[in-house]
């Protein structure tokens, strides 16, 4: 939260090279393409042994009434694909690659690819050909989408070779991110390469969360930001979208809690459908107890108050009932409009927690802990209680659920419910616990790091606009807190991480400045995420060329 505080090809004889080789030029001038070199004698990757060529003046006079070989064509072993993130195997062939081509086409093995199939003809110029056999008008340059095989459903293959390209997976993700890596692949160079890629994420959860409650940004902005984050392989987008700023999705059960400035519930709906279309789950978040402000507006009766009748900045009074029906309310409302997986609870930074005396402070609060948990209760038990029954109602329509780290008191009678994900963002929340208490615990945590993945607007409180060169050059899935890794062996229990967009002082960028802000950041995120080397192989100088080069 932000308030916010800081992975050899196989040798082939000479003859097998050459009849290859002689097999690659036939195609490729089927294909008209005019890619690779004329074969000379000797010199690594610059020639096909056995590959004739041009006789010298010497050679036709000994040859005399011989017919004089037609010269071949030869290929150096192509190199992996540079796309970002970097693919994590290829396997190098001979051969000249593949780009589109006038009349090329697009088919797909099962209708379940139609929108893959149809997306990608769209950006590379070909045609969309529909659902054809393995073995059906099988063309020279057809791009081929197939499903089957088993694995990891994210996982996917690509094959370049002969003049054609098939992409295959064990889910309609994996073949849509095989896509991904071929539109870099043709918008960066303009060829793919000969060879065969192997590709997967090391990381199940790949996010990017954006505050829309502080700052309301436009539907379109939204939508680029999704087309970008599906090309660059990201699985998540979370909207942060009620805060003590504003309520910003058209509500039915309580219009009277909508700020002016908001989606409708029409434009939502194109977002979470342009997101299933990319693979990218929409993660919704109402935050409570607490950063309720907004809903505080419309029902002051619900603020809560100190003993002395002071308001307390959006922290809603939990020892009301009709506090924990209105959040209900909304909870059942929205969750027919994010149909996904994933919902984030909040949980963070309730103020009643952070006085000297919460008991004495909020008598209250106190006198309902102890009607609940008895005479020992207290304000952090109710608070955690709170979190739980907001739990049951989002598992009601089976979602699995995250909250804010700080949302995990520490010293309560009351546990927070077994399944809840930790999203960890701080270490600087009171009784501060570092990650390996949750991990030791065997919660399953998702890195939010603000020394890395905050990007707050304004720079407050001692935050500072993240680079994309440190968290390319320093990050890794494991450094949940500060600049510390956790140990290796909790690896399996960080299911990956979200770069985070907080607008604490909203007028401080424009959307605009902040795409153009956030567009290396998210690439060395995704980069990490996909395949979380502590040492990248590339460069960030030659990363970020790279990146611009992708665009």
């Known amino acids: 939260m932000s308030q916010h505080r800081r992975r050899p090809s196989a040798r082939q004889g000479t003859r097998r090279r050459a009849v290859v080789a002689a097999a690659a030029f036939a195609g490729t001038?089927?294909?008209?393409?005019?890619?690779?070199?004329?074969?000379?004698?000797?010199?690594?990757?610059?020639?096909?042994?056995?590959?004739?060529?041009?006789?010298?003046?010497?050679?036709?006079?000994?040859?005399?009434?011989?017919?004089?070989?037609a010269p071949t064509r030869s290929y150096p072993l192509?190199?992996?694909?540079?796309?970002?993130?970097?693919?994590?195997?290829?396997?190098?062939?001979?051969?000249?690659?593949?780009?589109?081509?006038?009349?090329?086409?697009?088919?797909?093995s099962d209708p379940a690819l139609a929108d893959e199939g149809r997306l990608t003809a769209g950006e590379l110029g070909l045609s969309y050909a529909g659902q054809k056999g393995a073995d059906e008008d099988v063309r020279?340059?057809?791009?081929?989408?197939?499903?089957?095989?088993s694995g990891d459903p994210e996982s996917y293959t690509m094959t370049v070779r002969g003049?054609?390209?098939?992409?295959?997976?064990?889910?309609?993700?994996?073949?849509?991110?095989?896509?991904?890596?071929?539109?870099?692949?043709?918008?960066?160079g303009g060829t793919a390469p000969e060879g065969v890629v192997r590709d997967q994420p090391a990381k199940p959860q790949r996010g990017f969360m954006l505050d829309i409650a502080r700052k309301p940004f436009t539907a379109g902005w939204i939508e680029d930001r999704i087309r970008e984050l599906g090309d660059l392989k990201f699985n998540e987008l979370g909207l942060h979208f009620s805060d003590d700023q504003g309520f910003r999705i058209e509500s039915d059960t309580h219009p009277e809690i909508v700020s002016r400035d908001h989606l409708t519930k029409?434009?939502?709906?194109?977002?979470?459908?342009?997101?299933?279309?990319r693979h990218i789950q929409v993660v919704p978040e109402i935050?409570?107890?607490?950063?309720?402000?907004?809903?505080?507006?419309?029902?002051?009766?619900?603020?809560?108050?100190?003993?002395?009748?002071?308001?307390?900045?959006g922290a809603i009074d939990i020892s009301e009932d009709a506090s924990a029906k209105i959040v209900d309310d909304l909870l059942d409302e929205y969750a027919d409009l994010f149909p996904g997986s994933y919902w984030n609870l909040g949980g963070d930074e309730y103020q009643a927690l952070t006085v000297a005396d919460p008991e004495a402070s909020y008598p209250q609060l106190a006198a309902a802990a102890r009607e609940a948990y008895g005479a020992s209760g207290t304000?952090?038990?109710?608070t955690t209680g709170w979190l739980n029954d907001r739990a049951d109602t989002v598992r009601a329509h089976e979602r699995?659920?995250?909250?804010?780290?700080?949302?995990?008191?520490?010293?309560?009678?009351?546990?927070?419910?077994?399944?809840?994900?930790?999203?960890?963002?701080?270490?600087?929340?009171?009784g501060a616990r570092q990650p390996v208490e949750y991990l030791r615990a065997g919660r399953k945590v998702l890195n939010y790091n603000d020394e890395y993945l905050y990007y707050v607007l304004g720079q407050p409180n001692t935050f500072v606009y993240p680079t994309g060169q440190r968290i390319y050059e320093q990050w890794i899935p494991r450094m949940l807190r500060g600049t510390s890794a956790v140990a290796a062996r909790y690896e399996p229990q960080v299911l990956g991480g979200s770069f985070a967009v907080w607008c604490d002082l909203a007028n401080s960028q424009t959307q605009d400045q902040v795409a153009a802000g956030i567009r290396m950041p998210l690439r060395a995120t995704i980069e990490k995420l996909w395949d979380p080397e502590t040492t990248p192989a590339m460069s960030w100088t030659d990363f970020k060329a790279l990146a611009n080069r992708l665009g």
């Open 29 to 69: 001038v089927a294909l008209g393409t005019g890619i690779g070199v004329w074969a000379s004698s000797g010199g690594d990757g610059g020639s096909t042994a056995g590959a004739s060529r041009q006789p010298s003046g010497s050679d036709r006079s000994a040859s005399s009434g011989a017919a004089t070989p």
């Open 78 to 108: 192509s190199q992996a694909p540079r796309t970002i993130p970097a693919v994590r195997s290829h396997t190098a062939e001979r051969g000249p690659g593949w780009r589109p081509q006038r009349g090329g086409r697009v088919v797909v």
């Open 140 to 149: 020279p340059g057809d791009l081929r989408l197939d499903l089957g095989g």
């Open 163 to 188: 003049g054609s390209v098939r992409i295959s997976g064990p889910g309609d993700a994996g073949v849509f991110y095989g896509t991904r890596t071929l539109k870099q692949e043709v918008h960066g």
């Open 266 to 277: 029409a434009q939502v709906k194109e977002i979470v459908a342009l997101a299933a279309a």
């Open 287 to 313: 935050d409570s107890p607490g950063h309720l402000g907004a809903v505080l507006a419309a029902h002051p009766e619900l603020q809560l108050r100190n003993a002395q009748g002071v308001a307390t900045r």
């Open 379 to 382: 304000v952090a038990d109710l």
């Open 400 to 430: 699995i659920m995250r909250a804010w780290n700080d949302g995990f008191l520490r010293g309560t009678s009351v546990q927070p419910a077994d399944d809840l994900q930790v999203a960890y963002w701080t270490g600087k929340e009171n």
